[in-house]
């Protein structure tokens, strides 16, 4: 993966104003995802099935994978510095809810695990169920927020998840050997309900310029892991119940 000018969600601020470049990303991610085979088709912006909080919607034909929903925003670093510096990422979608997960919060994501102090090496991932959030959101479509008290329960959806993805050899072993290429930090995935109730996203923590996109997000590598992650999310919900559209 190539690591280019990324930046962390702690750094980034959503897209207030407008983006530099954001048809070079959406043409762009529209081409790679034809070369995917996935034939993507754009959703109009306000249409009914547009899935919200990004720059464009797009639906894919994919068995385990309904939409991806192309992400934009500023980097407050480059805009005082350089001026307007557009920084995008790539979320994939399942439509639908899970019954017993909140709008807005995070379900599980990646933690890694490193070896050595001075200089340290990535020797494992492993997914949790994130705690100690609730409440409302920062911005809708900005970020969501770790499950608050009383949401989760021993053998509900967000463990039933968790344990699901950690138990997929094959994934994990995929995803060691995808952010390890990374030389600055490794990705962190979430999968995380929207704040509509519309969809469940699997989402990367990284932005990157639009060229950059194509080795990352838009890799056959990271489709196969998005791909198996998915089946885990329709996995929970068949057992848990929940919207579909």
Known sequence: MTDGKAFS???????????????????LTLEALEGLGLEPK?????MIGELRGGLRCIDIVHDRLDSVVVMSGVDAGRLLTSGPGSLYKVDYAIRGSIR???SGRIVVRTAP??????????????????E?????????????????????????????????????SELMASML?????????PLIVSVVSDQWDESMRICGDVWLEPRELRDSYLSPVFLEIVSRIGGHVKDTRRKFGGLTF
């Open 177 to 185: 050997s995808f952010t390890s290429e990374r030389k600055r930090r």
């Open 9 to 27: 969600d702690a750094r980034f601020l959503r897209a207030w104003m407008p983006p530099r470049d954001p048809l070079d990303a959406v043409s």
């Open 132 to 168: 100690g959030g609730g409440g409302s959101h920062v911005r809708p479509g900005f970020r969501s927020a770790p499950p608050g008290p009383g949401e989760i329960w021993e053998g509900g959806p967000h463990q039933e998840l968790r344990d699901g993805l950690n138990g997929d």
């Open 42 to 46: 754009p959703v109009g912006s306000g």
């Open 100 to 102: 017993g997960v909140l």
């Open 113 to 130: 695990e490193f070896k050595g102090l001075l200089r340290r090496k990535l020797v494992g991932l492993r997914w949790e169920v994130p």
